[in-house]
């Protein structure tokens, strides 16, 4: 009978080895394919830069809803190309430039744009601002420079030779026309 034991346990001890010699290799394999992911995951040059562009995505869409919501909320303008002109030229003539400056399309940032505020200001202080209105109140629609249409051309000539080009655009988030570039 002790030999039937001993046969027993000496029979036990290869299977034993055996499932030791799995398991550890088992973990091994655990623990390279958890090292290969962590690398993957976090540490790799692609995951870099796989954070990196989720990080700039998710500014860009911040960015773009800010901008949206800016363009919704800005309701200076007419609804149509010929009275936002207008109320341009009557501000200038109130030598409002605040609110003349209120008529131009926002910067890419959603903001009013600071060129058209000091050209204003720089013609105010030259004192020509109701020259310009005088000017601007001559502007005939340029109907042939059409692109779309979500764009105005607004041209004034004077003795055949052109003396100023308004460009409008619609903003189709209030629904009201601005100048795009004078």
């Not at 960015?63 to 800016?70: C, I, L, S, V």
């Not at 030598?95 to 209120?102: P, V």
């Not at 601002?129 to 105005?152: G, H, I, M, T, Y």
């Amino acid at each position: 009978m002790e030999e039937q034991i001993q046969q027993d346990i000496n029979s036990e001890e290869p299977k034993r080895k055996y499932w030791k010699f799995v398991a550890g290799f088992l973990g091994i394999i655990i623990i390279a394919f958890g090292v290969f992911f962590v690398w993957e995951k976090y540490f790799s040059p692609q995951a870099k830069i796989n954070r990196e562009t989720q990080k700039n995505y998710e500014k860009y869409l911040e960015w773009q809803r800010n901008y949206e919501k800016a363009m919704k909320e800005d309701t200076y303008g007419g609804k149509t190309p010929e009275e936002t002109l207008q109320m341009f030229i009557e501000a200038l003539k109130k030598e409002d430039i605040e609110l003349a400056s209120k008529y131009f399309m926002l910067d890419k940032n959603g903001n009013p744009d600071p060129k058209w505020i000091n050209g204003l200001k720089k013609t105010k202080d030259a004192g020509k601002l109701q020259e310009v209105a005088n000017l601007l109140s001559k502007a005939k629609p340029d109907f042939e420079a059409r692109s779309s249409n979500e764009d105005f051309k607004f041209s004034v000539y004077e003795n055949g030779n052109l003396k100023a080009y308004i460009n409008l655009e619609f903003n189709p988030q209030s629904g009201v026309w601005k100048i795009e570039s004078l």
